[in-house]
């Protein structure tokens, strides 16, 4: 129960940091807990529904939402980088925040690069990068037993061409639930 208090707690607080105005946040009690938060906007009547994974009415759960940064599971990076983008932080952070409500799941961070580099070279890169992503998620709370990290190198590519958007593609950490 508390965990659905605190999953409800989180959606309001993205929701309202969105900055919409015209957005009145309801949520929904049931027999046996909350089953959904949904936002309905006042100018066109549209209802966008965000369920959790037990949720029989949208069908949806957070992992699968595209309105939810959870959405989002792959994180590219410049070249010859493993920083991570100011544009992932916040996904990062959504999905370590997940890992902290459900401790029970486990992820595992791929990491890859781009042809370019030695074999070798490519294999630590891609392990830093997925090194990276775990080290930013672990600050928000999640048990590092629930974070694995692997590299892949460019043993994988997404992309089979040679040139810059192709190996731009290949640069990436895949967030696998």
């Known amino acids: 129960m508390i965990n659905r208090i605190i999953y409800i707690l989180t959606i309001t607080v993205m929701l309202s940091a969105c900055g919409t105005s015209n957005v009145k946040e ?12 949904a936002s309905q906007s006042s100018d066109t009547g549209n209802t966008t529904s965000f369920g959790t994974n037990s949720d029989s009415r949208s069908g949806l759960s957070l992992l699968d939402d595209p309105a939810s940064p959870l959405s989002v599971r792959i994180l590219y990076f410049d070249y010859d980088s493993s920083d991570i ?8 952070e959504a999905h370590a925040n997940y890992l902290v409500q459900n401790p029970t799941i486990t992820i595992s961070l791929e990491g890859h690069a781009d042809e370019r580099g030695s074999r070798e070279y490519n294999l630590a890169l891609g392990e ?22 692997t590299s892949y190198g460019e043993e994988r590519p997404v992309v089979d061409g040679h040139d810059d958007e192709s190996w731009s593609q290949n640069r990436r950490v895949e967030i696998l639930y």
């Open 26 to 37: 309801d949520a929904d009690v049931v027999e046996g807990g909350v089953s959904s938060s």
């Open 85 to 92: 983008l100011p544009a992932y932080r916040e996904v990062l």
């Open 128 to 149: 830093k990068r997925s090194q990276s992503a775990k080290q930013r998620m672990l600050v928000f709370g999640p048990g590092s037993s629930q974070i694995r990290s």
